[in-house]
Structure formats: structure tokens, C-alpha cells
């Protein structure tokens, strides 16, 4: 869809952009760089929960994105963590997934680890698994109720035909979380998932990014739903066999398409709003419309940019 066919702020027919906002990039708080975030989550009180990929998680106010704490991530060693997803439960715990292993981990809001939930050896980074470094656990999201987290993998593993990536779920059993369904969805040519989040109606948004050196980001939002695909866990090779039904997605926008608002790029971008989307939370809802909310990981990079983008997404 070409951009000048839409008016407004519109970015596509389901999605408008609101504002943005570079007010946190290359900034600090309490001696601790802001930025390199990979999540946001909304917290118990409405304020914001920003996730560093540097194990860093802050907390920023709902209203003007002013950091107001900042707490650090560990390992059970107090080894540094790839922290990329980001969950709140009901009680304040936050769940952290990092792709070094991959892991999920549990912790208190002081930054104490509570528990670690299991991974099945095929997510696991290779020799241990079929994943590639780096390439593992990036979105985390509660289903409705809480009673389910679903990871969704950034990139295929091994044995699997490439662009079908495997979320896996987990169950709450009592204080624990036990191993899910997972499902298989396929991605857009060269397009890896950042990020995932769950829908009041159990259905998700899905980013979907991707990098070309000396052109930029591709960022496309997605409407998923895992409720009729079939259960992967027992799959052992997810190469198009019968049988085997996807998760079911549709297009909500392609950001490129987004109006630039006067924002800037400081590299190449097929739009300058663009940037190395990773983080997507849903603040809420306005006259049936969800507020949704992105962030970039700028990798505190010279030539990029932490900017969070406010967007209205509405679903069919």
C-alpha cells in the first residue's frame, strides 16, 4: 500500500500512528544507560516495565516515560543475562526470557530469581538443542487470565524449513509453570518475530522485523491466532508436512507506510521512523481501538535511535 493513498496518521486501514517520542535516547538514570530495550510490559500500578537486552529492567512512568527505578538481572551464577521477553503476572513477578540458553526465569521485583521453567531440548541452543544463538526466545507475552505464557522463537531451528519459527507455551500448575502446547508459524521471507502479545480475546499481535545493510528496517504488524493450529511439541521436523496447520495470520500494517511525523534517521531507512523495532506492549483500549506501544533497542549505537511509537490498532 502506497503511503499517500491513506490520510492522516494513518498507517494502513487497521493502524494510525499517534505520536512518538526520542525523549529517553541516549540517556541515562541512576548511572545506568536507558536503553537497549527489547520489552515493555504494563505493571500492576499502569507505570511501565522496560526491559534491557543488558539485564537492566527499569521502570518508566505510564505518562511521560520518565524512568523512576531501575533494578539489575542475573543469572542463578550472577552471570549477565540476553534478556529479550518481558511478562508481568497479577502479583508483580516478572518473567524474563533470555536467548543465551534459551531460558525463562521468574523473578521478584527486586531482581531475586524465583524459579526457572523448563525448555524442551529442541529449543535449546545448539550442541544442546537445534537453535542457533541468538536467534531463540524474543517475544513473551500472558495469555488472558494469566494461567498461560506462550515465547515465541525469533528464528527457525534446525530440521525445521526455514521461516517456520515454534512458540512454545507453558501452563500454570499451582506456583509452577509447567510445558504447553506449542504451535508453528511461518514468518515473511528473511523476517524473524521480536515480539508477541496476547490480545484480551487470546488472540496476538506479532511483530515481525528484519535488517538490510545500507537500505534498513522492515517492521510488520500482525493479527495471529494460535487457537486452531495444531500442536507442534510431538513434531519433530516442521518441513510442510499434512496435517499440520500453522498459526493463522493476517496483515495489520507494513510500518514502512506509517507517516514519518518529522521524525529522523541517522542511517539508511526505507522510512525515518524506522528503527530496530524489538519491545510492543497493549496499554489499553480507546473507542475500540487498542493502544498499542513499540519501542527500538537502539544497541547503543551511535547511528540508532531508542524512540517509542504510539499506535492505535484496530483488529477485525
Not at 513473551?140 to 515465541?152: N, S, Y
Not at 496435517?243 to 495470520?249: A, E, Q, T, Y
Request: aromatic share 6%; glycine share 10%; charged share 20%.
Amino acid at each position: 500500500m502506497n503511503a499517500n493513498a491513506l490520510t492522516g496518521n494513518a498507517c494502513s486501514p487497521a493502524v494510525s500512528l499517534d505520536r512518538f517520542s526520542d525523549a529517553l535516547d541516549k540517556t541515562t538514570y541512576d548511572g545506568a544507560f536507558v536503553g537497549n530495550f527489547s520489552a515493555l510490559a504494563v505493571d500492576r500500578n499502569g507505570d511501565l516495565a522496560a526491559l534491557s537486552d543488558r539485564s537492566s529492567l527499569f521502570t518508566l512512568d505510564r505518562r511521560t516515560l520518565t524512568p523512576t527505578s531501575v533494578v539489575p538481572l542475573a543469572d542463578e551464577t550472577g552471570a549477565a543475562l540476553d534478556s529479550e521477553g518481558l511478562a508481568v503476572e497479577k502479583d508483580g513477578t516478572r518473567l524474563v526470557s533470555s536467548e543465551t540458553e534459551p531460558s525463562v526465569r521468574r523473578y521478584f521485583r527486586d531482581g531475586r530469581i524465583l524459579d526457572r521453567l523448563p525448555v524442551p531440548d529442541a529449543l535449546r541452543v545448539t550442541p544442546a538443542g537445534r537453535a542457533t544463538a541468538n536467534q531463540t526466545f524474543e517475544g513473551l507475552t500472558l495469555l488472558p487470565g494469566g494461567r498461560r505464557l506462550l515465547a515465541a522463537m525469533e528464528y527457525a531451528i534446525s530440521g525445521d524449513a526455514t521461516g517456520i519459527v515454534r512458540w512454545q507455551t507453558w501452563e500454570r500448575r499451582g506456583s509452577h509453570f509447567a510445558l504447553g502446547a506449542q504451535y508453528a508459524y511461518r514468518t515473511d521471507t528473511g523476517l524473524g518475530v521480536p515480539e508477541v502479545a496476547a490480545m484480551p480475546d487470546g488472540r496476538l499481535l506479532v511483530l515481525e522485523r528484519g535488517f538490510t545493510a545500507g537500505v534498513g528496517n522492515t517492521v510488520r504488524l500482525y493479527l495471529a491466532d494460535p487457537r486452531h493450529a495444531t500442536d507442534t511439541s510431538g513434531v519433530e521436523n516442521l518441513t510442510g508436512q499434512e496435517g499440520v496447520r500453522l498459526v493463522h495470520k493476517t496483515l495489520l500494517a507494513d510500518l514502512v507506510n506509517c507517516p514519518s511525523l518529522g521524525a529522523t534517521a541517522k542511517q539508511p531507512q526505507p522510512n525515518p521512523l524506522l528503527d530496530n523495532i524489538e519491545g510492543m506492549v497493549i496499554t489499553g483500549c480507546t473507542h475500540g481501538a487498542l493502544r498499542v506501544l513499540l519501542v527500538s533497542d537502539d544497541n547503543q549505537n551511535a547511528v540508532q535511535t531508542t524512540r517509542f511509537s504510539f499506535l492505535k490498532v484496530r483488529t477485525p
